[in-house]
């Protein structure tokens, strides 16, 4: 795919969002900045949680931004009533974060950032997801097989627990996993049709 003489960046190093990323057809390659502040107000609406991290990411790579750069940053929380829930610290809180979405819906939402040295794109997305009452056993044996320290919510919804535990899903599958890859598809594709308006289209 034409990238109008972009390089993109993809700032993850999670290997759900490049796989996903590289779905598209896009050439890109990944550089991750360590120790990015990902704190975000308390008073912050939980759905825009994500946003709000997915533009802080993106702030730190812009001073060493160059002018061909397209950088890619995204954050992806779930929300289960007004309490967002991150990556769990161990065995005890991923547990704890899977009953609490045991049994009822809750949202996934992903906040990404396009940016390059002359404009900044923003959004989120929010997908619906509804799981069957979960027992101790099936939290317990999931966490113990699958390790999701590196998932918000403490589950993947591509593994096994999204296997037996969900029931129904609205809006978008793969932004569940971590990227909105329709979106950015549809969001990226303009960022090159702007700086190459005479160009190829991807």
């Not at 700032?11 to 590289?22: C, I, K, Q, Y």
């Not at 974060?97 to 929010?126: D, E, I, N, P, Y």
Request: glycine share 8%; with cysteine.
């Amino acid at each position: 795919m034409d990238t109008g003489g972009y390089r993109i960046v993809l700032a993850s190093n999670s290997p759900r969002r490049r796989e996903l990323l590289a779905g598209l057809g896009f050439d890109f390659e990944v550089k991750v900045l360590p120790g990015i502040d990902e704190s975000y107000p308390e008073t912050l609406p939980a759905l825009e949680t994500a946003e709000y991290i997915a533009r802080k990411k993106s702030e730190a790579y812009r001073q060493s931004m160059s002018d061909n750069q397209l950088v890619i940053t995204a954050d992806t929380v779930v929300v289960v009533g007004d309490e967002v829930l991150g990556k769990p610290a161990d065995d005890r809180e991923a547990a704890s974060m899977l009953r609490k979405l045991s049994g009822r819906s809750h949202q996934v939402v992903t906040g990404v950032c396009l940016a390059t040295t002359g404009q900044v794109v923003s959004f989120s997305v929010r997908t619906d997801v509804t799981f069957k009452p979960l027992t101790d056993e099936e939290i317990d044996y999931y966490i113990k097989k699958y390790q999701p320290m590196d998932k918000a919510g403490a589950y993947g919804i591509q593994e096994w627990i999204g296997y037996i535990g969900c029931t129904g899903l609205n809006g978008s599958y793969y932004n569940v996993m971590g990227l909105p890859v329709q979106r950015i598809y549809t969001e990226l594709t303009a960022i090159i049709r702007r700086r190459s308006p005479q160009g190829s289209r991807p």
